[in-house]
């Protein structure tokens, strides 16, 4: 059983600039879900997506947007990137939403 | 608006004992809460799942309570090791399945 994957592991970019993150979900599962974790908090709802589509979202502007692909993996995109935007991004991938299962995350740095 | 609160932020013991995580949410309408440890810099590990109908979950040194009507869930960690050492983080996750809710964490370090 492959588990969730998120690429890549650390990133640097500079204000006003764009970013890609990747995430493959865990074999057999239909959703994927996106956090914010900012140092020393816990882990923000960003949105999650089913059966590639948007599926619920947290409070997160537009710039941050996303696509789930017919594989289910997952991609989260962020415009016009905020120095506030420098955290760790989270996937987590699971069956209808239930038992979700985390990746090592990607470490975004905002210059 | 569901809020998660842990107490306490931080807890520094030496190995062997045992110990409480605390865990408080403000809306009692989950679907289920789980427990994960975080390591520094990775991501999350999932160690307990409690469902709403169920009062708790063991696994190894590790069990979980959940109450519902309180708003609250207590992880109790028996003879505790150094390899114990990471933060804490309990989330709750709604009725509509959508997103987990997550406190803030405990940072724990168990000294040898």
């Known amino acids: 059983e492959t588990g969730v994957t998120q690429s890549p592991t650390h990133l640097i970019k500079t204000r006003g600039q764009q970013v890609t993150l990747r995430c493959s979900s865990q074999?057999?599962?239909?959703?994927v879900s996106w956090y914010q974790q900012a140092l020393g908090q816990g882990p923000q709802f960003i949105f999650q997506?089913?059966?590639?589509?948007?599926?619920g979202r947290g409070n997160f502007p537009p710039r941050f947007s996303g696509l789930q692909f017919p594989n289910y993996s997952s991609e989260l995109n962020v415009n016009a990137l905020e120095l506030d935007d420098s955290a760790l991004y989270l996937c987590?991938?699971?069956?209808?939403?239930?038992?979700?299962?985390f990746g090592d995350g990607t470490r975004l740095s905002i210059l | 608006k569901q809020e998660v609160t842990q107490i306490p932020a931080a807890l520094s013991v030496p190995e062997g004992e045992n110990l409480v995580l605390n865990c408080s949410f403000t809306?009692?309408?989950?679907?289920?809460l789980q427990w994960f440890r975080q390591d520094p810099g990775k991501g999350l590990t999932s160690l307990l799942l409690?469902?709403?109908?169920?009062r708790e979950q063991t696994s190894g040194r590790l069990n979980a309570s959940l109450d519902k009507s309180s708003g609250r869930s207590t992880l109790y960690i028996a003879a505790s090791q150094p390899g114990d050492s990471a933060t804490y983080l309990c989330?709750?996750?709604?009725?509509?399945?959508?997103?987990?809710?997550f406190g803030p964490g405990t940072r724990l370090s168990v000294l040898p």
């Open positions: 987590a991938s699971s069956l209808d939403g239930v038992a979700q299962h």
């Open positions: 997506y089913y059966r590639e589509e948007e599926n």
């Open positions: 409690i469902q709403s109908s169920q």
């Open positions: 809306d009692s309408a989950i679907y289920n």
């Open positions: 989330a709750v996750i709604d009725n509509y399945g959508q997103n987990f809710v």
């Open positions: 074999s057999g599962h239909n959703t």
